[in-house]
């Protein structure tokens, strides 16, 4: 056993009245890293964000998940998790911190992610209110996150809830708040007539006959037989306008001499854009709409048991449910409206009957109205319990100063899901024509699919179910003697979360059970408040990465308070001015588990193979029996991926009211684990194992502003802040590659590749004199590419011409934001601009979906292609995209800058506006604060990509844009 010395400093010096009273620290000015160390923010020595709870709720988020865009230094967010709609699971933003740091993204959680805690304890945030939320920070540097171990390395967001009040007395906030959410601009797509000329055409360049006759033509312009040739817009006829959200909170808090606590009641139900839900109302008694509806209780409480020993308890419980159509989600929907062109088949038939097809059905695209209003509902019902208790003992008695801590923890939640299904009866007419091109009367060609199930089906199980266990234990000492401050402490902390993830799992009873343990503390030394030392050493233990468990980490920062100096100490300008620097060496237990890490060699859920046993039976017969069979190589002997970051700080407040932090950073990230199938010959007959070959460095920088100044009656905030990250792989495995811009070695983790496009084809003696390109037969209105510097004689373009191009798909390079904030007596505003640079997505909304570009599969096509296409005997100077076809050009769709797009955007993501009423008015009435506010979200959008949105791939509900309106009241 290994220990570590910790330290606890806080912002002020205590009084033994102090120790008998509960204490509250703004969190504004300490900084939280964790296990009860608060250091006061101007002798820390670690690289952090923080954002209050006020900030938070200036933008109307019913998750917190969602509303930290653009709020802290250093911490990237991007609307692109989930489904898009509120109430499923992952809804909100996706985290990065610092960039993306490592090649591997297999593991529990994936080996970029942010490590999450809520109150210093692994939780989701998923389902957290906004009331409940006292601060956010995010902990960036070695110095930050040095105590979390293994599952610390990427970065920290640490939320701290709420607690009873500072001064004494009863609180009671109710807030309440009412939404409406509406589509933003989505994709246009072809109308019915230019999508029957846009297949003729199309076929007419595949060199086949059409698929519409002039008469069809025709039927679709006019509209003159709806229910053969319709022309549907499938987004108005499934979606409706306007959805509602709302919000109600109640919070009360209070704080005696010996006890105080923070208690809230919440309630948060939001509905879908989905159109014709209600239906069945009536008649059977349920909705289809989609809905989320959760209720959330918390209760922190603070009591002083004695002189010297305080009790602590957060509790939440959270009861949520969803509902939907059954057989699709949010995402499922927008899908299946982005492939089903409109005149494909109409809502009804002539003789009431939903309208389908069994081409689109077999490709899973159904009637998207029908699936909205006849095929039942599908439930999910979730609970959630967090709960902690802190016992803390002082033991003055034996030596002044020390105190020892207690602290445990419990989490579960459990998503359970009914299904309630039917399948509906569909059918499609077309005409028949004579040889003149005409109808031929009573002999419509039907295809059709009557169903007798009238009664829902019923069906249920579980989703997803976790529990996770956390003890803590550390014993605290502090001692201020003279100019020297000294604070240390022994910490001891153990977790066992138990995951389950796939539905076989959960049939299976297989549990994702880990343990870890550190041993781990904190050393803090400063004097005077001037010259200051923070030391971490932990030992990190795991059964994740056994047999390697254990590991050894330490982490030293050092910071000097400048404007303590005599030259400094009394200037009117310099409020701060602090230096800090720090270096340390961090692990991960996050190793693979698909098929080579010991645990995983013969599971059946991460890619172990089954096998036959040839087994002689009694009767001397000869018998095949089916088992496990290990199909890869162990890995054994391996070393745990090691994180070495270095990080340089500048925090500076001038005029009391400008506040700036500077921050670079340098992280190489080495002996990452990859799969060493480039390194063998298939000859072997298994797989590779896996070894200690990568290598990938990183490094980048963050800039900070904030003004904060009252002028009379004018209140004025300004925010700004700026990061800028790379990464570089250094080293990996990697097969011998025929040319040096195919190695990924000297590139981003993420860096795209593909073909450089030149323009189209203009004719046959274009393509006779152009390289060969081997994807596929070329013609006229084809992509051309660049063939690339090869070796002499190879002129051909194939595989071997793609090059290095753009900027990461997954987190942007450049991320910024800025907010203002103004009030004046009472009336105040407030607008935050949030935005990414270097950053690309690829073009699936005109590349392809499912692997298909627009016609093929007769998939739907949108307005910008058809209208920038390239065209036969046309002027196609201008043109945008390859010619129309029906059939796969695999040419055409290869990984090339033709669809590659710059995903830069400048989002105004929120614009409140309320109005405090004065004190004095409130008197009367004994309130002690009203507020009412009109909140804007999503409302605007700066970007040059062409698709849906920047920050979101495929097809998926949107990021809806809202307008609110709210009331809070103050008792």
């Keep these: 056993m290994c220990f570590a010395l910790s330290a606890f400093l806080t912002y002020s010096q205590e009084t033994p009245e102090v120790q008998d009273t509960l204490k509250i620290q703004k969190s504004s000015e300490t900084v939280d890293i964790g296990f009860g160390i608060v250091q006061d923010r101007k002798t820390s020595t670690a690289s952090s964000s923080t954002v209050g709870s006020e900030v938070l709720q200036q933008r109307a988020a019913i998750s917190l998940q969602d509303a930290l865009y653009g709020r802290l230094l250093g911490l990237t967010a991007l609307q692109n998790s989930g489904t898009g709609w509120v109430g499923d699971q992952w809804f909100g933003a996706s985290f990065n911190v610092r960039g993306i740091q490592t090649m591997n993204s297999q593991g529990e959680l994936g080996e970029n992610d942010v490590l999450i805690l809520v109150d210093g304890f692994p939780r989701s945030i998923d389902r957290l209110t906004l009331d409940e939320i006292e601060s956010v920070t995010v902990l960036k540097d070695a110095a930050a996150i040095a105590l979390y171990g293994y599952t610390g390395i990427n970065g920290i967001i640490s939320v701290k809830t709420k607690r009873g009040p500072a001064t004494r007395g009863m609180k009671v906030d109710v807030k309440y708040h009412h939404k409406f959410t509406f ?86 139900n939001s509905r879908g854009l989905l159109q014709g839900t209600e239906e069945n109302k009536e008649s059977a008694g349920y909705s289809t709409q989609l809905k989320y509806s959760k209720a959330n209780v918390r209760t922190n409480l603070d009591v002083v048991l ?46 009431g009957l939903w309208g389908g097809s069994g081409t689109f059905n077999n490709w899973g695209f159904y009637n998207p109205v029908a699936r909205i209003q006849n095929t039942g509902f599908y439930r999910e019902i979730g609970v959630v319990l967090n709960a902690d208790f802190k016992l803390t003992q002082s033991l003055d008695a034996l030596l002044d100063g020390l105190s020892l801590t207690g602290r445990f923890g419990y989490d579960a939640y459990n998503i359970a899901f009914e299904n309630r299904n039917r399948a509906y009866s569909w059918a499609r007419e077309s005409f028949v024509f004579d040889d003149a091109g005409k109808p031929i009367v009573g002999q419509n060609i039907r295809e059709e699919d009557y169903q007798t199930q009238d009664q829902l089906s019923f069906s249920r199980g579980n989703v997803a179910t976790s529990r996770s266990l956390n003890f803590v234990l550390s014993a605290d000492y502090q001692k201020q003697m003279d100019n020297h401050n000294l604070a240390a402490s022994l910490i001891y902390h153990y977790s066992n979360p138990v995951i389950r993830k796939t539905q076989d799992e959960l049939d299976d009873g297989i549990l994702n059970t880990f343990y870890r343990s550190n041993f781990m503390g904190y050393l803090h030394y400063d004097f005077a408040g001037k010259y200051v030392t923070d030391v971490v050493l932990a030992i990190t233990g795991s059964n994740r990465s056994y047999p390697h468990s254990w590991s050894f980490s330490p982490t030293v920062s050092l910071g000097w308070v400048i404007s303590e100096e005599g030259f400094l100490k009394e200037s009117d300008f310099v409020n701060l001015l602090k230096l800090r620097g720090s270096f340390g060496i961090l692990h991960t237990d996050n190793v693979p588990r698909n098929g080579s890490i010991w645990m995983s060699i013969y599971d059946p859920y991460w890619g172990s193979g089954g096998g036959n046993y040839i087994l002689t039976n009694a009767d001397g017969a000869i018998s095949d029996y089916g088992g496990r069979t290990q199909i890869t190589l162990p890995t054994t002997n391996f070393k745990l991926e090691t994180a070495n970051k ?197 073009d699936d909304q005109l590349w392809g979906q499912n692997g298909y ?66 004190e004095s008015m409130l008197k009367s009435i004994s309130l002690t604060g009203l507020k009412l506010s009109v909140t804007g979200e999503n409302l605007y959008t700066w970007t040059p990509y062409i698709g849906q949105d920047p920050e979101r791939s495929g097809f998926t509900y949107p990021s809806l844009r809202g307008v609110s309106a709210g009331l809070s009241v103050i008792f």
């Design 183 to 268: 589509l933003p601009q989505m994709v246009e797509y072809a109308d019915a007539y230019t999508y029957a000329q846009a297949m003729n055409e199309a076929r007419r360049n595949d060199g086949l006959g059409q698929s519409y006759t002039q008469f069809e033509l025709d039927a679709f312009r006019s509209g003159a037989y709806p229910k053969v040739y319709p022309d549907v817009n499938w987004q108005k006829e499934a979606l409706r306008d306007v959805a509602a959200e709302d919000v109600v909170n109640v919070n009360f808090a209070n704080r005696t001499e010996k006890v105080g606590f923070f208690t809230m009641l919440n309630y948060t």
């Design 306 to 351: 004695n002189p010297g020993t305080t009790f602590q308890a957060n509790i939440l419980g959270s009861l949520f449910e969803t509902n939907r159509p059954s057989g699709i989600d949010a995402g499922g929907i927008f899908n299946t409206m982005s492939y089903l062109p409109a005149g494909i088949f109409p809502v009804h038939t002539q003789d």
């Design 646 to 842: 270095y990080n340089l700080g500048i925090d500076a407040r001038l005029m009391n009211s400008l506040d700036i932090t500077l921050d670079a950073y340098y992280q190489r990230r080495n002996n990452i684990l990859m799969y060493e199938s480039g390194l063998y010959s298939s000859m072997a007959g298994i797989g590779a194992g896996y070894g200690n070959r990568g290598t990938v460095d990183s490094k980048g920088y963050e800039i900070g502003l904030n003004y904060n100044k009252q002028f009379g009656d004018w209140q004025i905030n300004l925010n700004g802040m700026f990061t800028h990250s790379v990464n570089k792989i250094i080293d990996m495995v990697e097969e011998p590659r025929a040319y040096s811009w195919l190695n990924h070695k000297g590139y981003a983790v993420d860096q795209p590749r593909g073909l450089e496009f030149l323009g189209f084809f203009d004719n046959a003696q274009d393509i006779a004199d152009s390289p060969n390109q081997e994807f596929s037969l070329l013609r006229p209105g084809d992509a051309k590419y660049r063939l690339q510097d090869k070796a002499e004689g190879d002129n051909s373009i194939n595989s071997n011409d793609a090059v290095p191009i753009g900027y990461s798909t997954t987190v942007p390079q450049i991320n910024y934001a800025f907010n203002a904030g103004l009030e004046f007596k009472g009336i105040g505003a407030n607008i935050l601009f949030q935005g990414a640079g270097r950053f690309n997505k690829w």
């Design 853 to 918: 570009m627009p016609l093929i599969q007769s998939r739907n096509i949108p307005v910008e292609y058809y209208e920038n296409r390239w065209t036969p005997g046309l002027d196609n100077t201008n043109a945008k995209y390859p010619a129309l076809s029906s059939s796969d050009r695999p040419n055409n769709s290869q990984q090339s800058t033709l669809w590659l797009r710059d995903a830069s955007f400048l989002k105004l993501r929120n614009v409140e506006l309320y109005y405090r009423f004065p």
